[in-house]
């Protein structure tokens, strides 16, 4: 699955975009480079039922930005995205 593929699954989960979580993880405390990303899964968990894997996509989102790795871009892979820039404001506003 894309990284871009496990934002959109949560928004699917829990009808939240990925820039709202953003907003909800500021009121917590939880952004920057030096999150931890123990309390944020077991937040995201707890009021949201998220497992590991898409409370990991979240937590590189709240540390980093919409900026991901151009690995896996263009590869054609399981994990391939279309981009190197995530897109946060959800999968129904995407241009």
Do not use: C
Request: hydrophobic share 35%.
């Amino acid at each position: 699955m894309s990284f871009q593929a496990y934002l959109d699954n949560i928004e699917d989960k829990t009808g939240l975009t990925p820039r709202q979580f953003i907003d909800l993880a500021k009121e917590r405390g939880f952004e920057g480079p030096k999150l931890k990303a123990g309390p944020v899964l077991e937040w995201l968990k707890e009021d949201y039922g998220l497992g590991r894997g898409h409370g990991m996509a979240l937590v590189h989102v709240f540390k980093n930005g919409a900026q991901i790795s151009d690995k896996h871009v263009g590869s054609g892979g399981t994990h391939a995205d279309d981009s190197d820039t995530l897109w946060l404001e959800g999968k129904n506003n995407r241009p």
